[in-house]
């Protein structure tokens, strides 16, 4: 049995790195087992296939998952401690999506922060104004230009030590950032594929060294996303914001929705950004949806 780590992922087929350095191919011994980009994994020659066989994973430190389209908890990569939601003025952000990364990244055990991309180009108003009322709820945000190096030296001190993994729409730049931090990656930019329903992305999710100590990951675009719901935090479903107001409210299982002496609801138009509670009613929504989906389905299968 021998150590690795899990460093790129398309479907069950696995790159992993061995402890002596090695770059090889690999897949899980069961089905049951599904490791992710970052896990480290116990492998096993397998001899009739000539292949490495992961046979287990170490316990994870931190965890990103999100809601399938089955529904379904799926996880995304493990072991990470920090996300990186990159925006760019162009194609125009969905502040929507921004917030449900960084919820789920909070009820994962991930420090996360805002990349905006592309800041050579101009940010409307809008853009500017959700970015201030995510700065105000304690989010960090950096602006850097993967095409004329801004803001490059400070995301570099940022990712310093850390296993960092970049998340956004597809178009923001995410492997263009890769180059300048990881000399001589084959990244490949605007590399598409086509998979299985014929949309085009990027092959895998991959983790690379940085040369300065850390690792960074670089993900597919994706076009929308959704915490997996028995992953958040019951309360504040990962919503900082609302987290930190919603010690005061009267009910300790207060949503936040039309109970009252709300106290998040109270903070609204001042404290409380309007359209970051409008993201997090959509969550709770979602959230209250999918639970009780998954309630019939067990009510169900229990009368059986
Ligand atoms: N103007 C500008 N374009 C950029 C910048 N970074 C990336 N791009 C362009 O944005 C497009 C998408 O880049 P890519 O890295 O493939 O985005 P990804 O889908 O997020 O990985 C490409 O045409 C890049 O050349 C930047 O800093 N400024
Ligand atoms: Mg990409
Ligand atoms: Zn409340």
Redesign the pocket.
């Known amino acids: 049995m021998s150590a690795a780590r899990v460093i790129a992922t398309h479907r069950r087929l696995l790159r992993v790195r061995t402890e002596d350095g090695r770059e090889v191919l690999a897949r899980p011994s069961r089905r049951e087992l599904a490791p992710v980009c970052g896990d480290f994994v116990q492998c096993e020659f397998d001899q009739r296939h000539g292949e490495l066989r992961v046979v287990a994973h170490e316990p994870r430190s931190s965890a990103l998952y999100r809601t399938n389209a089955r529904g379904g908890s799926e996880l995304l990569a493990a072991n990470l401690s920090l996300l990186l939601v ?1 925006i760019a003025p162009l194609p125009r952000p969905d502040f929507f999506v921004v917030d449900r990364y960084l919820a789920a990244a909070r009820c994962g055990g991930i420090t996360s922060a805002i990349v905006l ?2 800041s ?2 101009p940010a409307d108003d809008d853009i500017e104004r959700e970015l201030a009322a995510l700065i105000a709820a304690g989010y960090r945000c950096l602006r850097v ?4 190096g801004a803001g490059l030296d400070e995301l570099r001190t940022l990712l310093h030590g850390q296993t960092a993994m970049l998340v ?1 729409q ?7 950032l890769l180059q300048p931090l990881v000399p001589h990656s084959d990244a490949a ?2 590399d598409l594929i086509r998979d299985d329903e014929g949309r085009h992305t ?1 092959s895998t999710t991959r983790l690379y060294r940085l040369p300065g100590g850390g690792e960074i990951i670089d993900a597919p ?1 994706v076009r929308d996303f959704a915490p997996a719901i028995d992953r958040l935090e019951p309360r504040a479903l990962g919503f900082v914001d609302v987290e930190s107001l919603a010690s005061q409210c009267r009910f300790a299982d207060c949503r936040h929705l039309r109970e009252p002496g709300c106290a998040v609801r109270a903070a609204l138009g001042a404290t409380l950004s309007a359209r970051r509670y409008e993201s997090y009613r959509r969550l709770r929504r979602l959230y209250d949806r999918l639970r009780g989906e998954r309630q019939d389905r067990g009510d169900r299968t229990r009368r059986r």
């Open positions: 990159v991309n592309k050579e180009l230009s993967a095409h004329e956004g597809s178009g923001v730049g995410k492997s263009s930019v605007g990027t675009g």
